[in-house]
DNA sequence: AACTTATCAGATTTAATTATCTGATTAAAA
DNA sequence: TTTTAATCAGATAATTAAATCTGATAAGTT
Protein backbone atom coordinates (compact mmCIF):
# COMPACT_ATOMS: atom_id res chain seq x y z
CA UNK A 1 0.00 0.00 0.00
CA UNK A 2 1.20 3.19 -0.71
CA UNK A 3 0.18 6.46 1.09
CA UNK A 4 0.67 10.33 0.35
CA UNK A 5 -0.69 11.74 3.92
CA UNK A 6 -0.85 9.19 6.76
CA UNK A 7 -3.94 8.97 8.59
CA UNK A 8 -3.05 11.31 11.50
CA UNK A 9 -2.85 14.03 8.42
CA UNK A 10 -5.71 12.85 6.64
CA UNK A 11 -7.79 12.89 9.70
CA UNK A 12 -6.23 16.70 10.91
CA UNK A 13 -6.95 18.14 6.97
CA UNK A 14 -10.95 16.85 7.14
CA UNK A 15 -11.10 18.40 10.42
CA UNK A 16 -9.49 21.58 9.76
CA UNK A 17 -11.89 21.78 6.56
CA UNK A 18 -14.48 21.13 8.86
CA UNK A 19 -14.15 23.76 11.05
CA UNK A 20 -13.44 25.99 8.88
CA UNK A 21 -16.82 25.12 6.89
CA UNK A 22 -19.13 25.69 9.37
CA UNK A 23 -17.90 29.27 10.51
CA UNK A 24 -14.95 31.10 12.41
CA UNK A 25 -15.42 31.12 15.99
CA UNK A 26 -18.05 27.76 16.16
CA UNK A 27 -17.10 25.68 18.74
CA UNK A 28 -17.20 21.74 18.16
CA UNK A 29 -16.34 19.04 20.67
CA UNK A 30 -14.43 16.17 19.93
CA UNK A 31 -17.26 14.08 19.85
CA UNK A 32 -19.51 16.06 17.41
CA UNK A 33 -16.55 16.45 14.77
CA UNK A 34 -15.90 12.53 15.10
CA UNK A 35 -19.48 11.85 14.59
CA UNK A 36 -19.96 13.94 11.55
CA UNK A 37 -16.57 12.96 9.85
CA UNK A 38 -16.83 9.15 10.95
CA UNK A 39 -13.64 9.24 12.55
CA UNK A 40 -12.26 8.42 16.22
CA UNK A 41 -12.84 10.59 18.54
CA UNK A 42 -9.89 10.02 20.62
CA UNK A 43 -8.14 9.92 17.29
CA UNK A 44 -8.90 13.57 16.39
CA UNK A 45 -8.98 14.84 19.51
CA UNK A 46 -5.55 14.12 19.69
CA UNK A 47 -4.42 15.21 16.48
CA UNK A 48 -6.69 18.45 16.80
CA UNK A 49 -4.51 18.75 20.09
CA UNK A 50 -1.37 18.87 18.19
CA UNK A 51 -2.75 21.75 15.44
CA UNK A 52 -3.55 23.83 18.52
CA UNK A 53 -0.01 23.93 19.91
CA UNK A 54 1.19 25.21 16.05
CA UNK A 55 -1.61 27.92 16.10
CA UNK A 56 -4.01 26.37 13.19
CA UNK A 57 -6.75 25.69 15.75
CA UNK A 58 -7.46 26.34 19.07
CA UNK A 59 -9.38 25.09 22.28
CA UNK A 60 -11.42 26.00 25.26
CA UNK A 61 -12.01 23.50 27.61
CA UNK A 62 -14.84 22.53 30.24
CA UNK A 63 -18.31 22.06 29.52
CA UNK A 64 -19.73 24.04 26.09
CA UNK A 65 -15.49 23.82 25.16
CA UNK A 66 -14.10 22.13 22.61
CA UNK A 67 -12.00 23.17 19.20
CA UNK A 68 -12.23 26.18 16.78
CA UNK A 69 -9.87 27.97 14.40
CA UNK A 70 -7.02 29.75 15.93
CA UNK A 71 -7.05 32.36 12.94
CA UNK A 72 -8.52 33.35 10.00
CA UNK A 73 -9.42 30.33 7.36
CA UNK A 74 -7.65 32.69 4.46
CA UNK A 75 -4.55 32.42 6.45
CA UNK A 76 -4.47 28.84 7.08
CA UNK A 77 -2.72 27.11 4.01
CA UNK A 78 -3.03 23.07 3.41
CA UNK A 79 0.52 22.88 3.67
CA UNK A 80 0.62 24.53 6.90
CA UNK A 81 -1.49 21.57 8.14
CA UNK A 82 0.25 18.80 6.51
CA UNK A 83 3.89 20.18 8.17
CA UNK A 84 2.16 20.35 11.15
CA UNK A 85 0.99 16.60 10.75
CA UNK A 86 3.39 14.67 8.77
CA UNK A 87 6.47 17.11 8.57
CA UNK A 88 8.37 18.11 5.52
CA UNK A 89 8.98 14.54 4.56
CA UNK A 90 7.28 14.35 1.70
CA UNK A 91 9.10 16.97 0.01
CA UNK A 92 12.19 16.53 1.27
CA UNK A 93 12.88 11.99 1.56
CA UNK A 94 14.56 10.05 -1.69
CA UNK A 95 10.82 8.92 -3.90
CA UNK A 96 13.40 5.79 -3.74
CA UNK A 97 14.26 5.72 -0.22
CA UNK A 98 17.99 6.15 -0.59
CA UNK A 99 19.56 7.79 2.33
CA UNK A 100 22.19 9.84 0.41
CA UNK A 101 19.65 11.49 -2.29
CA UNK A 102 20.51 14.98 -2.95
CA UNK A 103 21.35 17.67 -5.76
CA UNK A 104 24.88 16.20 -5.78
CA UNK A 105 24.26 12.90 -5.87
CA UNK A 106 20.84 11.88 -7.20
CA UNK A 107 18.79 8.92 -7.77
CA UNK A 108 17.87 7.94 -10.80
CA UNK A 109 14.32 9.59 -10.30
CA UNK A 110 15.50 12.56 -8.45
CA UNK A 111 14.38 15.12 -11.45
CA UNK A 112 11.85 13.39 -12.96
CA UNK A 113 9.89 13.39 -8.81
CA UNK A 114 11.29 17.05 -8.31
CA UNK A 115 9.72 18.34 -10.40
CA UNK A 116 6.00 16.89 -9.26
CA UNK A 117 6.58 17.49 -6.07
CA UNK A 118 7.43 20.95 -6.54
CA UNK A 119 4.07 21.11 -8.07
CA UNK A 120 2.92 19.44 -5.68
CA UNK A 121 4.03 21.49 -2.97
CA UNK A 122 3.22 24.74 -5.15
CA UNK A 123 -0.71 23.58 -4.91
CA UNK A 124 -0.64 23.23 -1.03
CA UNK A 125 1.12 26.45 -0.68
CA UNK A 126 -1.34 28.71 -2.29
CA UNK A 127 -4.33 26.92 -1.35
CA UNK A 128 -5.92 28.21 1.64
CA UNK A 129 -8.76 26.27 3.59
CA UNK A 130 -10.95 29.17 3.01
CA UNK A 131 -11.47 27.83 -0.96
CA UNK A 132 -12.86 25.37 -0.07
CA UNK A 133 -16.03 25.76 2.34
CA UNK A 134 -18.65 25.19 -0.61
CA UNK A 135 -17.05 21.83 -1.51
CA UNK A 136 -16.35 21.01 2.20
CA UNK A 137 -19.78 21.78 3.33
CA UNK A 138 -21.02 19.63 0.52
CA UNK A 139 -18.82 16.27 0.94
CA UNK A 140 -20.00 16.73 4.62
CA UNK A 141 -23.40 16.06 3.76
CA UNK A 142 -22.73 13.01 1.91
CA UNK A 143 -20.93 11.65 5.24
CA UNK A 144 -24.29 11.64 7.26
CA UNK B 1 5.52 10.75 8.64
CA UNK B 2 3.94 10.79 4.62
CA UNK B 3 5.30 7.86 2.36
CA UNK B 4 4.73 8.16 -1.60
CA UNK B 5 5.81 4.37 -1.98
CA UNK B 6 6.19 1.78 0.27
CA UNK B 7 9.58 0.48 1.83
CA UNK B 8 8.36 -2.53 -0.35
CA UNK B 9 7.88 -0.49 -3.74
CA UNK B 10 11.31 1.68 -3.25
CA UNK B 11 13.10 -1.58 -2.33
CA UNK B 12 11.51 -3.21 -5.84
CA UNK B 13 12.35 -0.36 -7.79
CA UNK B 14 15.68 -0.12 -7.02
CA UNK B 15 16.49 -3.50 -7.16
CA UNK B 16 14.96 -3.33 -10.52
CA UNK B 17 16.40 -0.60 -11.79
CA UNK B 18 20.16 -2.34 -10.40
CA UNK B 19 19.35 -5.49 -12.36
CA UNK B 20 18.85 -3.32 -15.46
CA UNK B 21 21.75 -0.66 -15.50
CA UNK B 22 23.90 -4.41 -14.66
CA UNK B 23 22.26 -5.64 -18.06
CA UNK B 24 20.25 -8.11 -19.42
CA UNK B 25 21.00 -11.61 -18.64
CA UNK B 26 23.33 -10.71 -15.71
CA UNK B 27 22.33 -13.00 -12.87
CA UNK B 28 22.65 -11.78 -9.19
CA UNK B 29 21.70 -13.18 -5.99
CA UNK B 30 19.77 -11.65 -3.53
CA UNK B 31 22.55 -11.62 -1.39
CA UNK B 32 24.53 -9.35 -3.90
CA UNK B 33 21.63 -7.51 -4.56
CA UNK B 34 21.19 -6.63 -0.70
CA UNK B 35 25.05 -5.94 -0.42
CA UNK B 36 24.94 -3.25 -3.19
CA UNK B 37 22.14 -1.62 -2.37
CA UNK B 38 21.96 -2.05 1.93
CA UNK B 39 18.59 -3.66 1.89
CA UNK B 40 17.83 -6.41 4.20
CA UNK B 41 18.41 -9.85 2.21
CA UNK B 42 15.23 -11.79 2.65
CA UNK B 43 13.26 -8.60 2.35
CA UNK B 44 14.72 -8.07 -1.30
CA UNK B 45 14.25 -11.58 -2.07
CA UNK B 46 10.26 -11.88 -0.86
CA UNK B 47 9.88 -8.90 -3.30
CA UNK B 48 12.19 -10.11 -6.26
CA UNK B 49 9.85 -13.50 -5.90
CA UNK B 50 6.92 -11.07 -6.03
CA UNK B 51 8.23 -9.14 -9.65
CA UNK B 52 8.75 -12.60 -10.75
CA UNK B 53 5.55 -13.43 -10.57
CA UNK B 54 4.31 -10.53 -12.85
CA UNK B 55 7.47 -11.57 -15.18
CA UNK B 56 9.44 -8.20 -14.72
CA UNK B 57 12.53 -10.20 -12.86
CA UNK B 58 13.27 -13.67 -13.57
CA UNK B 59 14.85 -16.05 -11.42
CA UNK B 60 17.28 -19.30 -11.56
CA UNK B 61 17.30 -21.59 -8.80
CA UNK B 62 20.52 -23.59 -7.54
CA UNK B 63 24.19 -22.38 -7.67
CA UNK B 64 25.34 -19.79 -9.55
CA UNK B 65 21.25 -18.95 -9.58
CA UNK B 66 19.47 -15.46 -8.22
CA UNK B 67 17.53 -12.99 -10.32
CA UNK B 68 17.35 -11.01 -13.64
CA UNK B 69 15.43 -9.05 -15.64
CA UNK B 70 12.53 -11.07 -17.12
CA UNK B 71 11.99 -8.69 -20.46
CA UNK B 72 14.35 -6.19 -22.03
CA UNK B 73 14.97 -3.12 -19.49
CA UNK B 74 12.90 -0.84 -22.48
CA UNK B 75 9.69 -3.00 -22.11
CA UNK B 76 9.85 -2.27 -18.08
CA UNK B 77 7.78 0.81 -16.90
CA UNK B 78 8.38 2.55 -13.41
CA UNK B 79 4.13 2.11 -13.27
CA UNK B 80 4.91 -1.53 -14.05
CA UNK B 81 6.45 -2.09 -10.50
CA UNK B 82 4.43 0.36 -8.51
CA UNK B 83 1.34 -1.46 -9.52
CA UNK B 84 3.06 -4.77 -9.12
CA UNK B 85 3.66 -3.95 -5.30
CA UNK B 86 1.43 -1.37 -4.38
CA UNK B 87 -0.96 -1.45 -6.48
CA UNK B 88 -3.17 1.29 -8.09
CA UNK B 89 -4.46 2.65 -4.26
CA UNK B 90 -1.94 6.03 -4.91
CA UNK B 91 -3.54 6.74 -7.95
CA UNK B 92 -7.04 5.68 -6.94
CA UNK B 93 -7.66 6.65 -3.54
CA UNK B 94 -8.58 9.76 -1.78
CA UNK B 95 -6.09 12.13 -0.73
CA UNK B 96 -8.10 13.02 2.29
CA UNK B 97 -9.13 9.25 3.22
CA UNK B 98 -12.58 9.96 2.38
CA UNK B 99 -13.95 6.43 1.52
CA UNK B 100 -16.50 7.57 -0.63
CA UNK B 101 -14.72 10.07 -2.79
CA UNK B 102 -15.63 9.86 -6.80
CA UNK B 103 -16.25 12.06 -9.48
CA UNK B 104 -19.93 12.53 -8.59
CA UNK B 105 -19.31 13.25 -4.66
CA UNK B 106 -15.64 14.58 -4.90
CA UNK B 107 -13.55 15.51 -1.71
CA UNK B 108 -12.50 18.96 -1.51
CA UNK B 109 -9.38 18.51 -2.97
CA UNK B 110 -10.34 16.66 -5.68
CA UNK B 111 -9.72 18.69 -8.31
CA UNK B 112 -6.40 19.55 -7.63
CA UNK B 113 -4.86 16.69 -6.40
CA UNK B 114 -6.51 14.68 -9.39
CA UNK B 115 -4.53 17.01 -11.84
CA UNK B 116 -1.41 16.73 -9.76
CA UNK B 117 -1.76 12.73 -9.26
CA UNK B 118 -2.38 12.09 -13.43
CA UNK B 119 1.05 13.42 -14.22
CA UNK B 120 2.44 11.41 -11.35
CA UNK B 121 1.18 8.43 -13.31
CA UNK B 122 1.89 10.05 -16.34
CA UNK B 123 5.33 10.33 -15.66
CA UNK B 124 5.54 6.38 -14.45
CA UNK B 125 4.12 5.68 -17.83
CA UNK B 126 6.35 7.02 -19.74
CA UNK B 127 10.08 6.06 -18.02
CA UNK B 128 11.09 3.21 -18.34
CA UNK B 129 14.17 1.53 -16.70
CA UNK B 130 16.51 1.36 -19.55
CA UNK B 131 16.28 5.59 -19.08
CA UNK B 132 18.02 5.51 -15.86
CA UNK B 133 20.96 3.28 -16.69
CA UNK B 134 23.45 6.18 -16.26
CA UNK B 135 22.24 7.38 -13.06
CA UNK B 136 21.87 4.34 -11.36
CA UNK B 137 25.63 3.18 -12.12
CA UNK B 138 26.22 6.11 -10.65
CA UNK B 139 24.16 6.32 -7.63
CA UNK B 140 25.21 2.96 -6.69
CA UNK B 141 28.68 3.95 -6.65
CA UNK B 142 27.95 6.20 -3.87
CA UNK B 143 26.06 3.77 -1.73
CA UNK B 144 29.49 1.32 -0.92
C1' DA C 1 26.23 -39.39 -5.74
C1' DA C 2 27.25 -36.01 -2.28
C1' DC C 3 27.91 -31.18 -1.40
C1' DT C 4 27.05 -26.55 -1.82
C1' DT C 5 24.44 -22.48 -2.87
C1' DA C 6 20.68 -20.61 -4.43
C1' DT C 7 15.28 -19.64 -4.69
C1' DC C 8 11.02 -20.15 -2.61
C1' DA C 9 7.18 -20.69 0.85
C1' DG C 10 5.44 -20.03 5.13
C1' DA C 11 5.80 -18.79 9.91
C1' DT C 12 7.50 -15.77 13.21
C1' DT C 13 9.32 -11.60 15.18
C1' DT C 14 9.95 -6.69 15.53
C1' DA C 15 8.73 -2.00 14.80
C1' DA C 16 5.67 1.62 13.58
C1' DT C 17 1.22 3.34 13.09
C1' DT C 18 -3.42 3.70 14.43
C1' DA C 19 -6.78 3.48 17.91
C1' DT C 20 -8.49 3.27 22.70
C1' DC C 21 -8.54 3.81 27.62
C1' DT C 22 -7.90 6.10 32.19
C1' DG C 23 -7.38 9.78 35.05
C1' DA C 24 -6.46 14.70 35.88
C1' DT C 25 -7.80 19.33 35.10
C1' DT C 26 -10.84 22.99 33.58
C1' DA C 27 -15.00 25.60 33.22
C1' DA C 28 -19.97 26.23 32.48
C1' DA C 29 -24.53 25.13 34.39
C1' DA C 30 -27.69 23.69 38.00
C1' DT D 1 -20.87 24.38 45.69
C1' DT D 2 -21.86 20.32 43.28
C1' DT D 3 -22.59 18.27 38.91
C1' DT D 4 -21.63 17.79 34.24
C1' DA D 5 -19.06 17.91 30.00
C1' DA D 6 -15.24 19.09 27.90
C1' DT D 7 -9.79 19.21 26.90
C1' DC D 8 -5.50 17.29 27.87
C1' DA D 9 -1.71 13.98 29.13
C1' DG D 10 0.07 9.66 29.37
C1' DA D 11 -0.34 4.74 29.13
C1' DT D 12 -2.01 0.81 26.80
C1' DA D 13 -4.04 -2.12 23.06
C1' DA D 14 -4.76 -3.45 18.31
C1' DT D 15 -3.45 -3.42 13.73
C1' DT D 16 -0.47 -3.13 9.93
C1' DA D 17 4.00 -2.91 7.79
C1' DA D 18 8.77 -4.26 7.84
C1' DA D 19 12.17 -7.49 8.74
C1' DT D 20 13.89 -12.10 9.98
C1' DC D 21 13.99 -17.02 10.53
C1' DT D 22 13.35 -21.95 9.28
C1' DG D 23 12.93 -25.53 6.33
C1' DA D 24 12.01 -27.41 1.69
C1' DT D 25 13.34 -27.76 -2.99
C1' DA D 26 16.24 -27.04 -7.02
C1' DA D 27 20.42 -27.07 -9.67
C1' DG D 28 25.19 -26.51 -10.54
C1' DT D 29 30.03 -28.33 -8.75
C1' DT D 30 33.14 -31.62 -7.05
Redesign the pocket.
Given at each position: ?S?IF???CE?GLQAVLFLSAKGLGEV?????ISEHLR?????V??I??QL?ATGIVD?????????FLGKKSSQIRLLDIVLAIDGDGIFSNCVLGFPSCSHDTPCPLHNEWGSLIKKTKEMLTKQTIDKFTTRTLKKISTIK
Open positions: MISKKYYSAEEIPKEFSKLQTSKKGKKGGF
